[in-house]
């Protein structure tokens, strides 16, 4: 495991801004409010050539109870409980502050190594502050500037002993773990086994790549409490409150075999309602995570049923070519089970006629219900938009169609359905080279998208059909 940081201390020292800086992208939100941070978040770092963890954690606060500001603190304690080096960030130009003082007490009692880190140095307003912070005990101060990459170069000197201890112990258990595995292959070679170093399937490297499973919907509709049953720990905060989720957390986890990466994400709601900046930043940090995932679980309340937001939000990732899962929660509190399941498939029937056949998996995140079946559909969704179809079949299946239902005449004459090619997956993207593009109809075309999906059985996931003149040796 690579050595691993977090970064911990009272809300808005810049906590955020330093994990941004050290994994070299926006990863975390970042604004002047303060507790913006909720959940910690966890991305690959590094500095200077050294390579390590980064945890951003929530703002701590004196909150024992079951509040918002304590949800965030038990948060805390459970990153540090995963993290080998703890960084107490201050804010070097307001001065050392009590809160301050009791949290460095409460990390001097942990079993974990500490080093105090005085952010917003790029002025002499700060250097006041960064001398001030010495009585907290935590050794010398390294002062930094976060938002400019000022003083980076002494945080550099405090991580690599560590960076590197942690690297060679990874390297010596690399190494007795790779005899073991020699070892093992040998016996069974010389028991008889066919097994051989060029057994391994064609797709090998990117089976080896987590699929990227994003969790979206409207708020309070069990986004983060689904989260937390999959992973089976309590990952990312849950409560009654709306809205509680801010940033995207990333969960790297495996199912049957497989590895994922699981990202819950704010909930989205009609645009028209977002009226503070902090929610138009998690809604943009929700829609860029639906662009980067390959499969997204759309949680809808099986008790509000389908409503005009779940459609939009349906809508857009069709738009975006992701594949989708439908995740019908809270169905244990459901009576008239029939009637909801039918209007489910309706709406999308009558809203959504471009993605037939969506999977749509009852579950119950709170009780664990069904969540097995839920991410087998994820992983059959997503071989469908990893299909691929070969240009001889396509080509056969085309002149039948074209036998059976011709594209209606031009000017009296042909529009022949001349070739056709699958020219990518994810989504299946198939070119259709035609003799008029410009009169071809989008009815015929439709006619042969669904044909397209009955024939090759690729349901669920968007079908993207592009349509192109052939040229005319003679024009010239």
Same mark, same amino acid.
């Given at each position: 495991m690579p050595f691993t940081v977090a970064i911990i201390g009272r809300p808005n020292v810049g906590k955020s801004t330093l994990f941004n800086r050290l994994v070299g992208k926006k990863l975390a939100l970042v604004h002047d409010t303060p507790g913006l941070t909720r959940d910690w978040r966890e991305a690959d770092g590094s500095l200077m050539g050294l390579r390590f963890k980064v945890i951003d954690t929530a703002g701590l606060e004196e909150s024992f109870d079951a509040s918002i500001p304590g949800r965030m603190r038990r948060q805390t304690e459970r990153a540090l409980a995963r993290a080998d080096m703890a960084l107490l960030v201050i804010d070097a130009r307001a001065g050392i502050t009590p809160m301050d003082r009791h949290f460095?007490?409460?990390l001097r009692k942990?079993?974990?190594?500490? =080093?105090?880190?005085?952010?917003?140095?790029?002025?002499k307003v700060g250097i006041s502050g960064m001398y001030e912070a010495y009585e907290l005990g935590l050794g010398e101060p390294i002062a930094i500037s976060a938002e400019h990459g000022q003083g980076l170069d002494e945080l550099y000197t405090l991580l690599q002993p560590h960076v590197d201890k942690a690297d060679a112990a990874d390297a010596l258990a690399g190494e007795g773990e790779e005899r073991e595995n020699l070892e093992k292959y040998f016996e069974v070679y010389q028991e008889g086994s066919e097994i051989g170093f060029g057994d391994q399937p064609e797709n090998e490297d990117d089976k080896n790549n987590p699929v990227k499973v994003a969790i979206v919907g409207r708020p309070n509709v069990g986004k983060s409490t689904l989260l937390n049953a999959?992973?089976?720990?309590e990952r990312s905060m849950t409560g009654p409150e709306a809205g509680i989720?801010?940033? =995207?957390v990333h969960v790297d986890w495996e199912f049957a075999g497989r590895k994922l990466r699981l990202v819950d994400t704010a909930g989205l709601r009609r645009k028209a309602r977002i009226v503070?900046?902090?929610e138009?930043?998690?809604?943009?940090?929700t829609l860029r995570a639906i662009r980067l995932a390959?499969?997204?679980?759309?949680v809808i309340d099986a008790e509000q049923m389908f409503e005009k937001q779940d459609l939009i939000i349906a809508q857009h990732i069709v738009d975006e070519g992701r594949a989708m899962v439908i995740a019908v929660n809270k169905w244990d509190t459901v009576k008239n089970r029939d009637e909801v399941m039918d209007e489910i498939k309706h709406q999308l029937e009558t809203n959504m006629p471009q993605v037939n056949d969506v999977h749509a998996v009852t579950i119950s995140a709170l009780n664990g219900v069904r969540l097995d079946r839920l991410l087998q559909s994820v992983l059959d969704t997503y071989d469908l938009w990893n299909k691929r179809i070969s240009t001889g079949k396509l080509n056969r299946w085309l002149h039948a169609m074209e036998e059976q239902h011709p594209a209606p005449l031009v000017q009296g004459r042909q529009n022949r359905l001349r070739y056709m090619t699958q020219i990518k997956a994810r989504p299946p993207t198939f070119a259709l080279w035609v003799g008029r593009a410009a009169d071809y109809p989008e009815t015929h075309k439709r006619y042969l998208i669904n044909n397209l999906r009955r024939d090759f059985d690729i349901p669920a996931t968007p079908i993207r059909f592009i349509v192109r003149s052939s040229k005319n040796p003679y024009v010239d």
């Amino acid at each position: 495991m690579p050595f691993t940081v977090a970064i911990i201390g009272r809300p808005n020292v810049g906590k955020s801004t330093l994990f941004n800086r050290l994994v070299g992208k926006k990863l975390a939100l970042v604004h002047d409010t303060p507790g913006l941070t909720r959940d910690w978040r966890e991305a690959d770092g590094s500095l200077m050539g050294l390579r390590f963890k980064v945890i951003d954690t929530a703002g701590l606060e004196e909150s024992f109870d079951a509040s918002i500001p304590g949800r965030m603190r038990r948060q805390t304690e459970r990153a540090l409980a995963r993290a080998d080096m703890a960084l107490l960030v201050i804010d070097a130009r307001a001065g050392i502050t009590p809160m301050d003082r009791h949290f460095a007490d409460w990390l001097r009692k942990q079993k974990i190594p500490s =080093a105090l880190i005085a952010n917003k140095c790029e002025s002499k307003v700060g250097i006041s502050g960064m001398y001030e912070a010495y009585e907290l005990g935590l050794g010398e101060p390294i002062a930094i500037s976060a938002e400019h990459g000022q003083g980076l170069d002494e945080l550099y000197t405090l991580l690599q002993p560590h960076v590197d201890k942690a690297d060679a112990a990874d390297a010596l258990a690399g190494e007795g773990e790779e005899r073991e595995n020699l070892e093992k292959y040998f016996e069974v070679y010389q028991e008889g086994s066919e097994i051989g170093f060029g057994d391994q399937p064609e797709n090998e490297d990117d089976k080896n790549n987590p699929v990227k499973v994003a969790i979206v919907g409207r708020p309070n509709v069990g986004k983060s409490t689904l989260l937390n049953a999959l992973v089976g720990e309590e990952r990312s905060m849950t409560g009654p409150e709306a809205g509680i989720t801010r940033d =995207a957390v990333h969960v790297d986890w495996e199912f049957a075999g497989r590895k994922l990466r699981l990202v819950d994400t704010a909930g989205l709601r009609r645009k028209a309602r977002i009226v503070n900046e902090i929610e138009k930043m998690s809604a943009d940090d929700t829609l860029r995570a639906i662009r980067l995932a390959q499969v997204v679980i759309m949680v809808i309340d099986a008790e509000q049923m389908f409503e005009k937001q779940d459609l939009i939000i349906a809508q857009h990732i069709v738009d975006e070519g992701r594949a989708m899962v439908i995740a019908v929660n809270k169905w244990d509190t459901v009576k008239n089970r029939d009637e909801v399941m039918d209007e489910i498939k309706h709406q999308l029937e009558t809203n959504m006629p471009q993605v037939n056949d969506v999977h749509a998996v009852t579950i119950s995140a709170l009780n664990g219900v069904r969540l097995d079946r839920l991410l087998q559909s994820v992983l059959d969704t997503y071989d469908l938009w990893n299909k691929r179809i070969s240009t001889g079949k396509l080509n056969r299946w085309l002149h039948a169609m074209e036998e059976q239902h011709p594209a209606p005449l031009v000017q009296g004459r042909q529009n022949r359905l001349r070739y056709m090619t699958q020219i990518k997956a994810r989504p299946p993207t198939f070119a259709l080279w035609v003799g008029r593009a410009a009169d071809y109809p989008e009815t015929h075309k439709r006619y042969l998208i669904n044909n397209l999906r009955r024939d090759f059985d690729i349901p669920a996931t968007p079908i993207r059909f592009i349509v192109r003149s052939s040229k005319n040796p003679y024009v010239d």
